[in-house]
């Protein structure tokens, strides 16, 4: 669907109005209207601007996608500066505290915004521009009395700049630039570009055709500005385009000429047939006294450059950011839930699982570990029951002779004997100790004889054999084991 814009030019004597309409291949300026005013001085000049805004709202003709105001340059001052920064958003920090030291108000006084912004190899040339907060706000007032609600406020030289860059296509030449001039009602702008961007600025106070003394004073002054870029920049002017109210009367007086023939740069006459108004078409300078309106129109919303920010926000804007903050911190809030879901769905899982793997656990526990009442800890009662079962798997043994058939088998051997006594038997394992008491050390040796019989029995050793105390008994000590003796290795050769 077209985009429809319109552009109003705050001029001093009259309210220029152009509307364009743009599609994806082209825009054309489909109609304008003109709105004189009574002198600034006049003490009916605000009431007039009033009125004539809301005469043409009534009529429609600010039923557009966005409405532009660009005013005079003479209600703005100028400053060049350069800072070392190349990021747009850090260049617009930091450029009021870099223009501060020049301005003859206080910064909590002015807006400043760049309205031109060239890269350098170390950082930023920047046009910046200050608008005093009064006026700023003394427009927005009579806008809003008319009923309007401009998205945007600029000054003229970007239009200006925007109109010049739609009448010639941009350049890429480094070493030429194209000059704008603008005769208004009260003033006349210069306005320097290179590229179709906007380099200099500088409105000069009076208007042309009043006086051959004036014009030439203006002359003197323009060939100053001009000469002075040339020589900041190092950039030469190759083109003069002219435009303005007062266009025709400084064409008329040669002003214009003599400008063109000074500076050594040609006038340029021809305009694009599409710039022209629509009921104006075929006119040749129907275009030039529109074409700071024009310029405001021909804005691109992606375009940054606007006095109408912060505190001076235009309602509607306001309510757009308000929603697209309401919509962001739903959108947050939606990721900050699903998030949230996300992560309690998968420690729920995990602990379900969890749960189950230790259900199970518990129940293969009791399965197994019977004799266990009153779980608690499953792997600490698991560990103490192994260890239990081990203890009894050694007694009864389990793989290896256990206790009791160790005890079996000695009982056996040394049934033949029975007035041998024994006491502290030691068995660990597949070792075995005790000791005992006979009545002879002949019967001491047939211990010795009737365990080597035994089973599996090996290293059978007796020690400490000794006489009683009553002479009566023999006491001795009997190691062995029941591990089967490993076999001594042999020659094979």
Known sequence: MPRRTV????????????????????????????????????????????????????????????????LPGDQVTTRIVTVPFQDPQKVSQVLPFEIESLLPFDLDQVVISPAALQMTPTGSRVLAVVLPKNRLTGLLEVAEEAGIDPAVVEVGPSALARWARAVVPPTTESGSALAVLELGDASTT????RGGRL?????????????????NALLVELKRAVHFFALEERTEVTALLVCGARAGEAEGSGL???????????????IPSWLHPTDAAGEGDAARPFAQAIGAALRSPEESF?????????????????????????????????????????????????????????????????????????????RSAMQTLSRRAAFLGEGEPGALLVLDRLTQALQA??????????????????????????????????LRQ???????????A????????????????????????????
């Open 454 to 464: 035994v089973e599996s029995a090996s290293q059978v050793a007796i020690s400490d």
């Open 306 to 382: 606007n006095f109408r920010q912060a505190e001076f926000r235009s309602p509607l804007e306001r309510s757009r950011a308000r929603r697209r903050s309401v919509g962001l911190i739903a959108a947050l809030t939606v990721l900050a839930l699903l998030a949230g879901a996300d992560l309690f769905a998968h420690y729920y899982l995990k602990a379900r699982a969890y749960s189950a793997l230790k259900a199970e656990q518990r129940a293969l526990f009791s399965r197994t570990f019977t004799d266990v009442r009153g779980v608690v800890n499953e792997l600490e009662q698991a």
């Open 7 to 70: 552009g109003v030019e705050m001029g001093a004597e009259a309210i220029r109005l152009v509307r364009v309409t743009g599609g994806l291949r082209q825009s054309r300026v489909d109609g304008w209207q003109v709105r004189p005013l009574p002198p600034p001085d006049r003490v009916d000049h605000r009431s007039a601007v009033v009125q004539a805004l809301r005469e043409l709202a009534a009529a429609g003709w600010f039923h557009a996608d966005q409405i532009v105001l660009s």
């Open 466 to 493: 000794r006489m009683s105390a009553d002479q009566q008994h023999v006491r001795f000590k009997v190691e062995l084991n029941f591990a089967p003796p490993v076999a001594p290795a042999g020659n094979t050769g």
């Open 190 to 193: 210069l306005a320097v570009c």
């Open 199 to 215: 380099l200099h600025a500088r409105t000069l106070s009076g208007r042309a055709g009043r006086s051959s003394d004036g014009d």
């Open 256 to 270: 214009t000429g003599r400008l063109s023939g000074e500076l050594g740069a040609p006038l340029i006459e021809e």
């Open 417 to 450: 004997l029975p007035e041998l006594k024994v006491d502290r038997i030691t068995i660990a394992g597949a070792d075995v100790r005790f000791e005992g008491e006979v009545g002879s050390f002949e019967a001491v040796d047939r211990v010795k004889e009737l």
